[in-house]
């Protein structure tokens, strides 16, 4: 009972916690969650003829230029595009972007605010000198292992919303459904967010389907508070540095 208490919780949270207003006829909405200056992420929504665009008017990417993270080489613009296409968002310029309809808008809503959370955390710390990033390298990594994978799975939550994950590997024999999300920047954010999504997609799949969220802990070590989160709500938390130990359940 208790994981499904967290998904009607989160979502209580959410309801309470959006804020919009209007301005000039676009409507402006501002979300709990927060960015790397502690400033809660805001979008914008205006109304077209058959329906919505909604956009962070440039704020995602601009922060990120401001920052020094260049996302404009060929590497760095086709892993965006990776990103944004799961989330089922465009860029235009430097905004991030999304249609909606009247049915569909607290659908699009949530992706949109998912892909400027994914896009902050995979390039906020990418360095001139760093030659990867971060979801590249756990890709890479179960590549050469011989995982079998699939990348930037969408599944259906009982919500109602579709969540994505970086990578799946089917069952096999000996082993269930494993879902893998790889998180940059282990924050309380970012794991809530994660599971919320494990939690509300976890109904719709096999029994035993397992959840593993891999942390970046290159730079800072990952807090006891994150593990205990993700193991209370029974998701996996695997350290950077320990992703070795897990090849052997996930290559199985």
């Not at 000198?129 to 590549?143: A, C």
């Amino acid at each position: 009972a208790r994981p499904l208490n967290l998904v009607d919780q989160y979502v209580d949270w959410l309801r309470a916690r959006f804020e919009q207003r209007s301005v000039d006829g676009i409507v402006e909405i501002t979300t709990p969650f927060l960015d790397r200056h502690n400033d809660y992420l805001q979008i914008h929504v205006e109304p077209t003829a058959g329906g919505f665009v909604l956009t962070d008017d440039g704020y995602t990417l601009g922060d990120l230029a401001m920052s020094g993270c260049d996302i404009s080489s060929e590497r760095r613009a086709r892993m965006l595009g990776v990103i944004l296409g799961g989330m089922g968002v465009k860029r235009s310029g430097n905004s991030l972007i999304t249609e909606a309809t009247a049915e569909n808008f607290p659908q699009r809503k949530h992706r949109l605010v998912q892909a400027m959370l994914a896009v902050n955390d995979m390039f906020l710390t990418a360095r001139p000198h760093v030659t990867s990033l971060f979801l590249e390298d756990v890709g890479r990594f179960l590549r050469e292992h011989g995982v079998r994978h699939n990348s930037r799975i969408q599944l259906m939550g009982r919500s109602g919303f579709t969540q994505t994950f970086d990578f799946m590997i089917p069952p096999s024999n000996t082993k269930p459904e494993r879902i893998l999300k790889v998180i940059n920047h282990p924050t309380r954010d970012s794991v809530a967010s994660f599971l919320f999504a494990w939690q509300d997609t976890r109904e719709t799949r096999e029994e035993n389907a397992t959840a593993y969220a891999v942390l970046n802990d290159e730079e800072k070590a990952v807090a006891p508070d994150i593990r205990g989160a993700l193991a209370e709500y029974q998701a996996i938390p695997v350290p950077w540095s320990e992703a070795r130990e897990y090849v052997g359940e996930w290559a199985a």
